[in-house]
């Protein structure tokens, strides 16, 4: 079957039924969706599917009709996305396994919601786990990118 | 800060020896010198300065000892060496390094030590130097016990020194000037007409000439890096998604794996049958493994999936099935069995009257690192590799050459970043696991990765703790405290009967952070139970201080309310500790302690000195109609130095969030022998719409540095079950207190 990932279309040989997840990882050795539960309770395998925040461990690649979205095509190190920009200014990260999820829900949030109050980020980034308990910079973080792309 | 000759005989610093191509110095020995492990590996024209500094046309490369599991040691440890070394932590590469017996960990060793951590008086001094000889002849490499600080906080420094000296010799060889005529800067000798001489194109030079070791640190007043924010390492891979983890090695021809071992830990597989599933989609092999089975396949998820179908008869636990038996045993414990250890006992108990008497319980809780455990293990004729995040690499070499039946000297351990640990990669049996499937395809990379459930449900937990408390009050004041704790070894289970490494006398994580606590309460006796074996348990951030923080402060909270006096005018009256004291103050101070609070609000203050670190703690909680909210958190610890402000805010504040977030959401449960939670959906810790907004302050009032990933853990749940006791009227005597209040 055919999957636009990062812009890239890709031609893949698999199950309908394998999650998202296990297709970006184990097939297109993609490895910013981090597998932490499997089951959509921990948000660490967060992408984007038509510009929407999902859980790929979650989503059956056979349901997928749209282009996808990873972390890597979120921006990098040379040009980073406002809310990895964020990330790195208020150096969020402990371990960092979360991360890459937080910031997928982040600029989901950011894309619907451009200047997202206290009960907003609660509300949306909730759903994504950090086990190091970077709650209060992830906090931070958000608002600084909610800045930073209202100040364009 | 002492010349070298004075660290030496603290810390065991000696001299050099010729290496191949080269020369390695500056590295520790307890009377016979440990073999320096960058030797075997080093090429012509590479000096190995140091186990901690290698340098070579690839640049200056930092041999960070300790693993890092997300809480900035890389970092760390870098800044430590690259402040006497003249170079900047853009310009060096950072490598967690091999297993080896030079990376032997003497900090950790301070723990076992009958002497409370603030007692730094010559004998409790000499008590740890000997402890730190046991630990070297183990040849311990581990992380844990916030160790990384303290144990590096002289030696980094000083393989920086005796690098950056040993250049600037080797550059005045080359030069023909006097060594003081050259200065050191970014990673290069200056010449007094400006010349720059990179390191790397002095390594060779340097192999050949005795190393300087007489060298003197630089006074706090110099230091470039120590003690200002800083960027740390790793921090740009971690905020664009391309940090790599165990999870995440890949090598050509690798395989993917998962096993499902029997759930009831320790316990047989009687039978299993897997003819459903060796003609699944990408499915190679399935091989039994200790108490289990293993799949094969040519990809993670199609792993899962064939491991999950076959059918397996599991054998019974080799410990009491049922949750309510594990308490019955520690109620035994305490009620029949022989005292473990008496570690304080000052007064007389037994003649006091007791007022207050209390029952308090901890559960078992799981790690439940987000990157769950794996491994990368190829076995081949002439040697074995793993990789994976570990903090006990040369347990894991020993381990895995046993299995193997290689030498030690042909394992080969490789540490990877870590997606979080919390002590449970202290433990290895994922690595085993992975062994023995890579023994049934020799040639073939395996890599192993849990199930989130399998993770959890394999996991060795904290112990379970029962404490029983008694007491007495008199004149407004606290005046006797008995606590008498029960709880299964965590040495017995992790030390002794998983890593064959006998721990003699008393279990002291028992009574970790209950018996040494700095208050001169007159009639104070502390006695530890050992329970039998249940559960098999490990150690868990902040260890038996998890569990004894609460207990100790819960208990003094409810003797303190019984004497109608302040829970912090009373804690600093009966306090012997000066920097302990000053730590409360500064809570106090920084939230307005005694101020007016709104008819719904409670606060609640808590201290605990763990690993060395005074930590207390004041929370706010808004007692409102969905439940109790946790609004505030103060948190002040002395560390005697903050190496990183940026990342030691960041730790503590996470240190709180763990210790909140279990004492209100989490537990581990047995039934018919089985941890009956097994994902985040029924063990999730906290979330950030839980998350207190945390005021961080470090203290610095002492002349020797400690560790902070650990010690702001246990003073969290106390100070909260004081809040809601004065929120509610009734004070929490169990975690995780969500069963008896509710959270909002
Ligand atoms: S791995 Fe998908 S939500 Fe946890
Ligand atoms: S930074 Fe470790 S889980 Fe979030």
């Not at chain 2, 590479?46 to 809480?71: C, F, H, M, S």
């Not at chain 2, 640990?421 to 499937?437: I, W």
Request: glycine share 10%; charged share 20%; net charge negative.
């Amino acid at each position: 079957m055919k999957l636009s990932v990062n812009g890239v279309m890709h031609d893949v040989d698999v199950e309908d039924d394998m999650p998202l997840l296990w297709v970006l990882r184990d097939e297109l050795k993609l490895d910013g969706p981090k597998y932490g539960c499997g089951v959509a309770a921990c948000g660490a395998c967060t992408v984007h599917v038509d510009g929407v925040a999902v859980r790929s461990c979650q989503t059956l690649v056979g349901d997928i009709d749209g282009p996808v979205t990873t972390i890597e095509g979120l921006g990098n190190p040379s040009e980073m996305h406002a809310v990895q920009a964020a990330w790195l200014k208020h150096q969020v990260a402990q371990c960092g396994y979360c991360q890459g999820g937080q910031m997928m829900q982040a600029a989901d949030l950011l894309a619907n919601n451009t200047a997202p109050t206290d009960e907003d980020i609660d509300d949306a980034m909730s759903g994504n786990l950090c086990r190091c308990g970077t709650y209060p910079r992830i906090r931070a973080a958000v608002k600084t990118a909610a800045q930073s792309l209202q100040e364009g | 800060m002492g010349r070298i000759g004075t660290i030496a005989r603290r810390t065991f610093l000696v001299g050099s020896a010729a290496i191949l191509g080269g020369v390695a110095f500056g590295y520790y020995k307890y009377k016979q010198p440990v073999d320096n492990p960058l030797d075997d590996d080093l090429a012509q024209g590479e000096a190995a300065l140091t186990p901690y500094v290698l340098i070579n046309a690839d640049g200056v490369t930092l041999i960070t000892p300790r693993a890092d599991k997300g809480q900035g040691a890389y970092s760390v440890q870098a800044a430590l060496i690259a402040e006497e070394l003249d170079i900047e932590l853009d310009q060096i590469n950072v490598d967690p390094g091999p297993p080896s017996a030079a990376y032997w960990n003497t900090a950790i060793a301070g723990e076992g030590v009958p002497f409370p951590s603030t007692d730094r008086g010559a004998v409790a001094e000499g008590m740890r130097g000997f402890m730190g000889a046991v630990v070297k002849l183990m040849g311990m490499q581990i992380t844990g016990g916030s160790t990384t600080v303290p144990d590096g906080f002289e030696k980094l420094r000083a393989a920086g020194a005796v690098a950056r000296e040993t250049l600037k010799a080797a550059a005045a060889d080359m030069s023909g000037l006097a060594v003081t005529q050259l200065k050191t800067e970014r990673g290069a000798v200056v010449l007094p007409d400006g010349k720059r001489i990179p390191y790397q194109a002095l390594a060779a030079k340097a192999a050949e000439i005795a190393p300087v070791t007489d060298v003197t640190l630089r006074p706090s007043t110099q230091w470039r890096l120590v003690g200002k924010p800083m960027q740390r390492v790793d921090m740009v891979a971690k905020s664009t998604g391309t940090q790599s983890y165990g999870i995440d090695m890949r090598m050509d021809g690798m395989v993917h794996a998962a096993v499902r071992v029997n759930p009831r830990k320790g316990g047989e597989m009687i039978s299993f049958d897997a003819s459903e599933v060796e003609t699944m989609r990408g499915v190679q092999k399935v091989i039994p493994v200790t108490g289990g089975v293993g799949v094969i396949a040519d990809n993670t998820w199609r792993a899962f999936q064939a491991v999950d179908a076959i059918e397996v008869e599991w054998d019974s636990a080799p410990y009491p099935a049922e949750q309510d038996q594990h308490w019955q045993v520690l109620a035994d414990t305490i009620d029949t069995g022989d005292a473990d250890a008496t570690p304080r006992d000052d007064g007389d108990l037994d003649g006091a009257d007791a007022t207050v008497e209390v029952e308090y319980r901890a559960p078992y809780l799981a790690h439940a690192p987000l990157e769950p455990m794996n491994a990368t293990v190829l076995v081949t004729d002439s040697r074995v590799d793993v990789w994976t995040g570990n903090q006990i690499p040369r347990m894991t070499q020993a381990s895995v050459a046993k299995m193997t039946g290689m030498d030690a000297d042909d394992v080969h351990v490789h540490i990877l970043m870590m997606g979080g640990s919390f002590g449970h990669r202290l433990e290895d049996e994922v690595v085993k696991r992975a062994t023995e499937l890579a023994m049934a395809m020799k040639g073939t990379p395996v890599k192993l990765t849990y199930k989130r459930e399998e993770d959890t449900l394999q996991d060795f937990t904290r112990p379970i703790a029962m404490m029983r408390g008694r007491g007495a009050v008199a004149d407004g004041k606290v005046t006797a405290m008995e606590i008498k704790v029960a709880s299964p070894s965590v040495m017995d289970s992790q030390m002794v009967e998983r890593q064959g490494f006998p721990v003699p006398g008393p279990d002291t994580t028992i009574t970790q952070a209950l018996w040494d606590q700095p208050y001169a309460i007159p009639n104070y006796r502390v006695t530890g139970y050992r329970a039998p074996q249940l559960g098999p348990v490990s150690s868990w951030r902040s260890v038996g201080a998890s569990q004894n923080g609460f207990f100790h402060e819960n208990f003094l909270n409810a003797l303190i309310h019984e004497a109608g006096a302040d829970p912090v005018e009373e804690r600093l009256r009966l306090m012997t500790d000066d920097p302990s004291r000053k730590t409360l103050e500064a809570v106090a101070e920084m939230s307005g302690w005694g101020g007016d609070l709104a008819a719904n609000k409670a606060r609640g203050v808590a201290f605990c000195l763990s690993f060395g670190t005074p930590c207390a703690q004041i929370i706010e909680i808004t007692n409102g109609e969905d439940g109790i909210k946790l609004d505030k958190v103060w948190v002040a610890a002395e560390v005697g130095k903050v190496v990183d402000p940026v990342n030691f805010e960041n730790l503590v504040a996470g240190g709180v969030i763990w210790g909140l977030g279990h004492a209100i959401n989490s537990q581990i449960t047995y039934a018919d022998g089985m941890a009956e939670q097994e994902n985040f959906f029924d063990f999730e810790g906290l979330r950030n719409n839980q998350a207190p907004e945390i005021f961080v302050r470090g203290m610095e009032n002492r002349d020797y540095v400690t560790g902070v990933g650990e010690p702001p853990v246990p003073p969290a749940a106390p100070a909260l079950a004081e809040a809601i006791f004065r929120a509610t009227g009734e004070r929490p005597t169990q975690m995780p207190f969500g069963e008896s209040f509710d959270f909002a």
